[in-house]
Structures are given as C-alpha cells and as structure tokens.
C-alpha cells in the first residue's frame, strides 16, 4: 500500500483516557460508532500488566491488579511527557509514552479484528491543558503503536462534535461549557460556535481530581466504620485495601442507579459490611462537587471578556464519573443552564474523534455523513479551532535591562494553528559571531523560572553591520498538535538564522540576576525540597498536621531567596513541585499533600532522594558513592559546592517527614550519602512509628534528624527552618 493511497487508509478516533480508554470509528455512509474491544466490551481500562514476559493490557491487567499484583500500571496518562516517572518492572523503566503504545497496540488489535481491516491512522484526543511534552508523547505513543496520528485533538472539541454542536448560522453565537470529570481528571472547556467554526475560549483543568477521589471517600469511610468494629487499621493490610478499593468504586456505580447499597470490607479474618446511602454518598463527596464549579467559575472569568453562567447556552457532560445523578442536579442548579445528555459521556469524546479522523482523511472529498444522533451534516464543515493552553514566551531583559523577564509571544487561549512574531534587539558590541539564546518558557509568570522552561534554542549566523545592536524577529508557531516551533530572522536583509537545540541548563538561577552589572556577591540562595510521606498511616490528623506545619514552615523563609518544592511518597514518588518562589504555588501544592492511592499507592516502599535530586538538576538518578567516606560527608559537600566553576550557586536542602518505617532503609542510606557528595543536605523529622536511628542516618547534618510528636510538628519545623538557615550563610562567588 502507498502511503498516501487515501482508499486504503483506515482512521479511527482514540479517546486515551485516565482509566478507560475508547476507540471508535466513522465510516463515511452511517453513524460514528465504538468499536468493542476482544472482550466484546466498549471500553478498555487504562491499565498494562507485566508477569515475566508476557505484558498484559485491558481488563486482565485490571483483574490482576484488583488481586493485588504490584506490576501493574494505571493512571499513567497523567505522568505522559514527565521525563521523571518512570515504572519500575524487575530492570526495564518504563515511560508513561512507552506504557501508552503497550495499550494503543492493544486497542488497534482489537479495533482491526472489530473492523476486519487494518487501521493506518488515527486521531488520539488529549485533554486541552496538555502541554508541548505531554502532546509530543501521546504522538510518539501512537507511532510507535503503529499508527499515524493525524493530530492530537483536544477532548472537549471532540466532545462537542459529538453532542452534534456544529458550526452554522443558527447555532452562531452560542457558547456552552464543556465539563469533563473523568476517573482521574477534572477538565473545564468554554466553547463558542461561530457561524463557520467552534471555537475553545478558555481551558482549565484539575488533574488531581477525578472519580477515583469520590473512591477515595468512600473507602475512607469504609475504613474507619472497619476501624470502629474491629479496632483494625485496614489501611496496614495492602490487600485488603486494594479490595476494598474496588469494591468501593462499584459501590459507588451501583448508587449512580439506586438509593442504597454496601461495602464489605475485610482483613485478617474480621469481615464487616457497612451500608452507603446516595444520599450520604454525597454529603461525603459534597466539598468535591464545589471544587469543580468553582474551576466552571474561574474558567468562564479567564475568558475575553470575562464570562457568567448566564452567557452559556448549556452545560455538556462528558466523563464517565457525570453517571453520578448529583453532577447534572448540581450543575443545573449551579449554572442555572440546561445541562445536556443524550451522549453517551464515556464515548462522546472518542466519537468526536472519529468524526474528525474521518474529516481529515477525506477532507478532499467532502460528503455527507450522520453523526451519533442520526442527523445529517456535511463532514468537512465542522473546522474547529482550539487554542494554546498556556501562554509561550522567552526570557528577555525588561524595558530599562535592570532584570529578567516572560516576555510573552503566544498569549494563552490563542486560536491554534497559531503563529506569532516578536522583534527584540540584541545587544552584540563588538562580537564577531554573536549568538541568541531564545528560553522557551511555559506559563503566565513575569518571573521567569515561576514558568515551565521549555526548551533552549540557539540561534547563530548573524551578518555583522558594524552596528552595536541587531534586530531580530523571534516567531513562535504552534500548530494543530500543539507543538510548537521556534524560529528567529535577521531583520536586515530577513536572514532565517541556523537554529541549535541545547539543553536546558540545570542552573537557571542567573535569570533572577541583573543583566548588566552581576553584583560580586549575593545572599545565599536556598533551595528546600520538602518529601513528605503519605502513605496510609498518615491519614487523618497527622496528614493535616503535616500540611500545617509545612505552611507555617515555608513562612520562616523568605521567598525572593529560597525556592520549595514539594515531593509526596509512599510505594512511589510524586512530584508536586518543582524549586519555585512563588508562593501561590507552594500554597497550591500544599493542599496535595494529601492521601493519594492511585497515584502513589499506600505503603513506605518508595525513597524520594533520586527524585529530589531530579528536582535540583533534573537529573534521574543520584549517582552512589559507596566509596565515600561518610563521616567526611561534610568535606565532601564543600568540595563538590567549590566544584561546580568555583561558584556556590545554592544551598539544597532535602527535608524529609514521615512517620513510618521505610522498606529499603540500607538504599535510602546510601542515598542520602549519595546527595550529601553532591552538596544536598538531608534533614530528617519523624513521629509515629518512625525509626529514630534510621532518620539518623539518613541525615547528613549534626542537628538534622528530630524525632518528635504530633502535637509538636510545627515548633520541631522551627527547629529545623533555623538550622538550614544558618548552615546558610554561604555567599556565592563570582
Ligand atoms: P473516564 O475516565 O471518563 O472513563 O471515567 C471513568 C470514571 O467514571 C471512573 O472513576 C468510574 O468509576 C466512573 N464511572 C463510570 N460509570 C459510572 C457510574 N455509572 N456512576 C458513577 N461513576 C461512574
């Protein structure tokens, strides 16, 4: 077959969800429609499965986990493009990208055997507020599951294609708010309908809420009704509660049709049964429905201009979690609007991208097709415009030099394909053969490392006139998958100039400098990574205590010079936080520390130094040094500070608080060894069931480890604050 032999090209639309995924197909002559997996069902978990070397993906690896089998993933969409998550199986690493071409070879397995025909392309949807990296792995995902992506295709405007929202005369103007709780995401689209186009207004999301967070209550309950009778944490057995778990979702489906049901939960032979009314259902899961209308709330305000609810013309549900009757009575009653049904919400977005697979294959040849209503529309009509989900700009000096900025290019929720230039002048002197660094950076922040720095481009091959500056224009494009390009030209004589890709360094922290004069020296700068446990023995008070006393933590410094970061381990790591100063954003991560079992699973196996090295270098893995001299630990931080260009750049310290007993303590040891080589320092804070000496040893200063209790969290945090600070009191050379 040639590859542009369009009659021989099958394109089917992929919704690659949190915990479901869906594949459907539009053919051209009758309605879009799902296409069963091997197992005749419509939707396929999200969930891959190694035992030895056979993988499993789907429903069996769903069934082996609900046993308990530790080897299999789920949830992995929402850690697509973040090069710090891996999944661990005996040696092999896997990436969330690597994960997802394990189930899109599955879904295209089983789509071919559903069609009878092999499937060459496909659109695969991603949640609108994915980014450059995030797109760019879902694309690479699909290749190398063979298929050809069209383009990754935002899922609210496949939704909308799917509730029949077409662009015409009589539907011109309307705008309707596309609300997506899915298992384990929560996603706010504003869509406006021109007369010849949707369009995506605005785009907010929570990818930190989702069904599974309605799960998570009622498995809360469950525990503690389990604790009242029994006197047993379920909590310690990790069987018990990954039962439970399950147990706990369908309880929560079935109360989607009826008034009642109950949950059994068992452990160590005690069985108890505990009854759930919806009514009780969701006076438990209240404080979550709020959430979401409040993201509605913020999404219609960010718009331009701002929006109401009135504004709307109704509310489409899209997500398997909308099944819960209490979505559609809240949201009414929230905003007032008509809140549309009639879509099936697991499948909407999987059929839209049907349709708009079908509309780029055959885009030559316009025809008439119906949609899943049975009504008929012609398919090249719908052209839809998404937009850019965070503002991409570049790091430039501001107006008067006197320090950095995000000089913005591409302002967040610009239509896309979109495609911008900006003229800057660059400063050269007398250099021969300048060069222009262009920062890629992510994110709506005047500062530039509160942003996401994307990439690094280096631009080279300018024509010297003699003059001291040289005017460039730097062209930002970003196109339908949301991936962006970076180009810059001489203005004189419109010179396109070579381009080089670099790596972003790890050390950015010149761009809170000022350009010109670099003062000689400057107050230390601090860079704490706060590691707090949340396994299950956390839940409950020392949980909240821990948020507490982290927040008051954080007030004993002053952000202009230290940056927090926040990680969240238990079986695995997650990090909540990069380093940043931004204090709305150290306010926001704290409210993630917090019980979170599908993300990073229930008990004490994970250790978080390799991720807090990634934090400070983005570098995986803290190299060992099984060779070094731990009592010289001390000398051997100096060293490698003095190391790195005679500059000490930072002070990096790694507190960690937990409250129970680490798996692999000797590792953890090692580790913290590890970064104490390489100039981080590691403090230690136990209560509960901590191991005193263990936090010992782990600790690489005198006074860093502090054995403590609940009630006292917040002053032994003082403690601490004041012994990083004046172990501090380093001032960077120049
Ligand atoms: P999605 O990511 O859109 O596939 O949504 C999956 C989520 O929807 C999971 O959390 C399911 O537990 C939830 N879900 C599916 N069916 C129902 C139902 N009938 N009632 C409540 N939640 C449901």
């Known amino acids: 077959?040639?590859?542009?032999?369009?009659?021989?090209?099958?394109?089917?639309?992929?919704?690659?969800?949190?915990?479901?995924?869906?594949?459907?197909?539009?053919?051209?002559?009758?309605?879009?429609?799902?296409?069963?997996?091997?197992?005749?069902?419509?939707?396929?978990?999200?969930?891959?499965?190694?035992?030895?070397?056979?993988?499993?993906?789907?429903?069996?690896?769903?069934?082996?986990?609900?046993?308990?089998?530790?080897?299999?993933?789920?949830?992995?969409?929402?850690r697509m493009g973040d090069g710090n998550f891996s999944f661990s199986v005996d040696s092999r690493d896997y990436s969330a990208a690597e994960l997802s071409t394990f189930l899109l070879k599955k879904?295209?397995?089983?789509?071919?055997?559903?069609?009878?025909?092999?499937?060459?392309?496909?659109?695969?949807?991603?949640?609108?507020?994915?980014?450059?990296?995030?797109?760019?792995?879902?694309?690479?995902?699909?290749?190398?599951?063979?298929?050809?992506?069209?383009?990754?295709?935002?899922?609210?405007?496949?939704?909308?294609?799917?509730?029949?929202?077409?662009?015409?005369?009589?539907?011109?103007?309307?705008?309707?708010?596309?609300?997506?709780?899915?298992?384990?995401?929560?996603?706010?689209?504003?869509?406006?309908?021109?007369?010849?186009?949707?369009?995506?207004?605005?785009?907010?999301?929570?990818?930190?809420?989702?069904?599974?967070?309605?799960?998570?209550?009622?498995?809360?309950?469950?525990?503690?009704?389990?604790?009242?009778?029994?006197?047993?944490?379920?909590?310690?057995?990790?069987?018990?509660?990954?039962?439970?778990?399950v147990r706990a979702e369908r309880a929560k489906i079935e109360l989607s049709a009826r008034e009642e049901t109950k949950i059994t939960a068992s452990s160590r032979r005690e069985k108890v049964s505990v009854p759930i009314s919806r009514n009780l259902f969701e006076e438990l899961s209240s404080d979550l429905f709020e959430r979401t209308a409040t993201l509605c709330e913020s999404t219609l305000r960010s718009c331009s201009p701002a929006l109401s609810w009135n504004d709307l013309e109704g509310v489409l549900l899209v997500g398997g979690s909308t099944r819960m009757p209490a979505v559609a009575r809240f949201m009414r009653a929230k905003s007032g609007r008509p809140v549309l049904s009639g879509v099936n919400v697991d499948e909407a977005v999987a059929i839209g991208a049907a349709i708009q697979a079908a509309a780029d294959l055959e885009a030559e040849e316009p025809r008439y097709y119906l949609d899943s209503t049975g009504r008929e529309y012609l398919l090249e009509s719908p052209k839809l415009a998404d937009v850019c989900s965070h503002t991409l700009g570049m790091i430039a000096e501001n107006d008067d030099r006197s320090r950095y900025v995000?000089?913005?290019?591409?302002?967040?929720?610009?239509?896309?394909?979109?495609?911008?230039?900006?003229?800057?002048?660059?400063n050269v002197g007398t250099v021969e053969n300048p060069e222009l660094e262009v920062y890629l950076l992510q994110g709506e922040h005047e500062r530039p490392l509160d942003n996401v720095i994307l990439g690094k481009y280096v631009f080279s091959g300018f024509q010297r006139t003699g003059a001291k500056e040289i005017e460039v224009d730097v062209t930002y494009s970003y196109d339908r998958n949301g991936v962006v390009d970076v180009v810059a030209t001489q203005v004189e004589g419109s010179r396109e100039l070579k381009k080089r890709v670099e790596t972003v360094p790890d050390d950015m922290a010149w761009t809170d400098e000022t350009p010109k004069a670099l003062t000689a020296s400057v107050p230390t700068?601090?860079?704490?990574?706060?590691?707090?446990?949340?396994?299950?023995?956390?839940?409950?008070?020392?949980?909240?205590?821990?948020?507490?006393?982290?927040?008051?933590?954080?007030?004993?410094?002053?952000?202009?010079?230290?940056?927090?970061?926040?990680?969240?381990?238990?079986?695995?790591?997650?990090?909540?936080?990069?380093?940043?100063?931004?204090?709305?954003?150290?306010?926001?991560?704290?409210?993630?520390?917090?019980?979170?079992?599908?993300?990073?699973?229930?008990?004490?196996?994970?250790?978080?130094?390799?991720?807090?090295?990634?934090?400070?270098?983005?570098?995986?893995?803290?190299?060992?040094?099984?060779?070094?001299?731990?009592?010289?630990?001390?000398?051997?931080?100096?060293?490698?500070?003095?190391?790195?260009?005679?500059?000490?750049?930072?002070?990096?310290?790694?507190?960690?608080?937990?409250?129970?007993?680490?798996?692999?303590?000797?590792?953890?040891?090692?580790?913290?060894?590890?970064?104490?080589?390489?100039?981080?320092?590691?403090?230690?804070?136990?209560?509960?069931?901590?191991?005193?000496?263990?936090?010992?040893?782990?600790?690489?200063?005198?006074?860093?480890?502090?054995?403590?209790?609940?009630?006292?969290?917040?002053?032994?945090?003082?403690?601490?604050a004041q012994t990083i600070k004046e172990v501090g009191r380093l001032t960077r050379k120049r």
């Open 1 to 78: 077959m040639k590859a542009n032999d369009r009659s021989q090209r099958v394109a089917v639309g992929i919704d690659l969800g949190t915990t479901f995924s869906v594949v459907a197909y539009c053919d051209g002559k009758s309605s879009p429609r799902v296409l069963n997996n091997s197992l005749g069902k419509r939707t396929t978990p999200s969930v891959v499965c190694f035992q030895g070397d056979e993988v499993l993906v789907g429903q069996d690896a769903k069934d082996e986990q609900a046993c308990g089998e530790l080897n299999a993933a789920s949830f992995f969409k929402r």
């Open 406 to 426: 995000n000089s913005a290019i591409l302002n967040k929720n610009a239509t896309i394909p979109a495609k911008e230039t900006k003229r800057h002048k660059l």
């Open 525 to 720: 700068n601090l860079s704490i990574v706060f590691a707090v446990d949340v396994s299950t023995s956390m839940l409950g008070k020392p949980i909240a205590k821990a948020r507490k006393a982290f927040l008051s933590f954080v007030g004993k410094f002053d952000l202009g010079t230290t940056r927090i970061g926040v990680i969240r381990f238990a079986d695995r790591n997650d990090i909540v936080l990069k380093p940043t100063r931004s204090l709305s954003s150290v306010r926001h991560a704290s409210s993630k520390i917090k019980i979170d079992i599908a993300t990073v699973g229930i008990a004490n196996a994970a250790i978080p130094f390799d991720s807090a090295y990634y934090c400070f270098t983005h570098k995986k893995t803290v190299p060992d040094v099984r060779d070094a001299n731990w009592k010289s630990a001390g000398e051997l931080r100096l060293a490698a500070l003095e190391k790195e260009d005679g500059n000490v750049v930072e002070r990096r310290v790694v507190v960690v608080l937990t409250d129970g007993r680490w798996n692999n303590q000797s590792k953890a040891i090692n580790k913290a060894k590890a970064l104490a080589a390489r100039g981080i320092d590691v403090v230690a804070v136990g209560f509960g069931g901590a191991d005193r000496m263990f936090l010992q040893k782990i600790s690489t200063m005198d006074e860093g480890a502090l054995f403590t209790d609940l009630s006292h969290l917040e002053e032994s945090f003082s403690t601490i």
């Open 107 to 245: 879904l295209k397995e089983d789509a071919e055997a559903e069609l009878g025909r092999t499937i060459t392309d496909a659109i695969v949807t991603v949640p609108a507020y994915f980014n450059n990296f995030q797109r760019q792995a879902t694309l690479d995902a699909a290749r190398a599951a063979g298929l050809n992506p069209l383009r990754a295709l935002n899922e609210p405007t496949a939704a909308a294609l799917a509730f029949g929202v077409r662009a015409n005369d009589s539907n011109a103007g309307k705008k309707y708010l596309v609300y997506d709780l899915g298992g384990g995401t929560f996603d706010v689209s504003i869509i406006a309908i021109d007369r010849k186009e949707i369009r995506v207004l605005a785009t907010d999301g929570d990818h930190l809420l989702g069904g599974k967070d309605w799960d998570d209550r009622l498995l809360t309950y469950v525990a503690e009704r389990f604790k009242d009778e029994t006197g047993l944490d379920l909590f310690e057995d990790v069987e018990s509660v990954n039962e439970a778990l």
